[in-house]
């Protein structure tokens, strides 16, 4: 059972389309990371959010912290090939000091 | 630019023959992690040092090995490669661990083949 329940496990969308995936868990989190992974590449941290409720944008990207943080979205507004990869989510448990991570949502943006 | 290098990118190597993957980092972070990532899977945390002390997972394999013998650099050793130690092995690191790690910085990782 993943601690970090990611959902669509995959996506395959038209250019220019929005889209939001999802991160939940039954445990509360101090913080949430969220990373995109190319193929044949390392993941790259896109953002942290610590507090409940938390609202972060990077450019197309929103990124949301449940209030009760337990879960967390990505919304991604008119999808760009350059987006295709895989999107990671990893959070450290209330009280622990492990990242965890989920299994991801494989994102395909096709032109 | 400071970052995570990992070498090699490619490696195959043959069953039960020892191989070693190096990490180096220039962020000057005190904790470096190994992790292990299967086709569509999540990365699985194999270990990390923080500082000089070495942190194992319960379920790592005793197949599996580390050295950080200074700060910049972190080995992972495997060995007895087996086919199902087939994998991209990602090192990550981190200023502190837990929360107040604010995200890792990753390598581009190696990709081993078992063969």
């Given at each position: 059972t993943q601690l970090l329940e990611q959902s669509p496990q995959f996506l395959s969308i038209q250019e220019g389309e929005n889209l939001t995936v999802y991160c939940n868990?039954?445990?509360?989190?101090?913080s949430l990371q969220w990373y995109r992974q190319e193929p044949g590449e390392g993941p790259v941290l896109l953002v942290t959010v610590v507090t409940g409720g938390e609202v972060k944008k990077l450019k197309r990207l929103t990124f949301q912290f449940g209030d009760a943080r337990k879960d967390s979205s990505l919304h991604i507004?008119?999808?760009?090939?350059?987006?295709?990869g895989l999107y990671l989510c990893a959070g450290v448990r209330a009280g622990g000091f492990k990242t965890i991570f989920g299994a991801g949502t494989r994102l395909f943006v096709k032109a | 630019d400071a970052m995570v290098i990992q070498n090699p990118r490619y490696q195959v190597t043959q069953f039960g023959k020892p191989v070693t993957l190096s990490c180096s980092q220039t962020l000057n972070?005190?904790?470096m992690y190994w992790y292990q990532q299967k086709s569509s899977q999540a990365p699985k945390l194999l270990f990390h040092y923080y500082d000089k002390d070495?942190?194992?997972?319960?379920?790592?394999?005793?197949?599996?090995?580390?050295?950080?013998?200074?700060?910049?650099?972190?080995?992972?050793?495997?060995?007895?490669?087996?086919?199902?130690?087939?994998?991209m092995y990602l090192c990550a690191t981190s200023r502190d661990p837990g929360r107040s790690s604010g995200g890792y910085t990753f390598g581009s990782g190696t990709r081993l083949t078992v063969v």
């Open positions: 868990s039954s445990s509360v989190f101090s507004t008119a999808a760009q090939t350059g987006d295709t | 972070h005190n904790v070495f942190n194992n997972e319960a379920d790592t394999p005793d197949n599996f090995q580390s050295r950080r013998p200074n700060t910049s650099f972190c080995f992972l050793d495997i060995r007895s490669p087996g086919l199902g130690d087939t994998a």
